[in-house]
C-alpha cells in the first residue's frame, strides 16, 4: 500500500509540475520598447498586460509614433487574444476606427525582462488594407 501511495504522489507532483511549466511565465505587469516595420517607420510601446489561467489581456499604447503611423496619434489598443506558453507569448490587439479598424499581431520569446520578436500592424477599412512587418521589443519596468 505505501509503494501504491508513494506512486500516486509521485504521480501528482509530475502532473502539477508538467501544467505549471506548460502555462510559461507571467509576463503580468508594465512594459515599455518600441516597434518598428520598414515600410511605416516607428512607435514606442507602453504595455499593462494581466495573466490568468485565460491568457493574457490589457492593453498596448503607441506613443509618439513616426511615419505613417504619425495620422494615429497616441492610441490605445485593447488586446482582445493573448497567449502565453512555456516562454512564446502571442498577442493581438486591436483599435476600432471610424470605417475600420487596427491591429497589433506580437508573436516573441520570453527572456528574463524582455520579451522581442516579429510584429506585423494590419490596418482594414471598407476602402482595403495593408499589413506592415516588422519586429518588437518590450522591457518589463
Not at 53 to 73: D, H, Y
Request: glycine share 12%; charged share 15%; hydrophobic share 40%.
Amino acid at each position: 500500500m505505501l509503494i501504491k501511495n508513494r506512486a500516486i504522489a509521485a504521480s501528482v507532483i509530475l502532473a502539477c509540475s508538467f501544467l505549471v511549466s506548460c502555462r510559461g511565465k507571467d509576463v503580468s505587469g508594465l512594459w515599455s520598447g518600441s516597434m518598428t516595420c520598414p515600410d511605416v517607420e516607428s512607435a514606442q510601446l507602453e504595455a499593462a498586460f494581466q495573466q490568468s489561467a485565460s491568457g493574457i489581456t490589457g492593453n498596448i499604447n503607441l506613443v509618439q509614433p513616426t511615419g505613417a503611423w504619425k495620422t494615429l496619434g497616441n492610441s490605445t489598443f485593447i488586446i482582445s487574444s493573448g497567449l502565453m506558453a512555456g516562454d512564446s507569448v502571442s498577442i493581438v490587439a486591436e483599435q476600432k476606427l471610424a470605417g475600420g479598424s487596427v491591429t497589433l499581431n506580437l508573436t516573441g520569446k520570453v527572456d528574463g525582462s524582455k520579451i522581442s520578436g516579429p510584429a506585423s500592424a494590419s490596418v482594414s477599412s471598407m476602402m482595403g488594407g495593408t499589413t506592415n512587418l516588422g519586429t518588437f521589443e518590450l522591457t518589463k519596468k
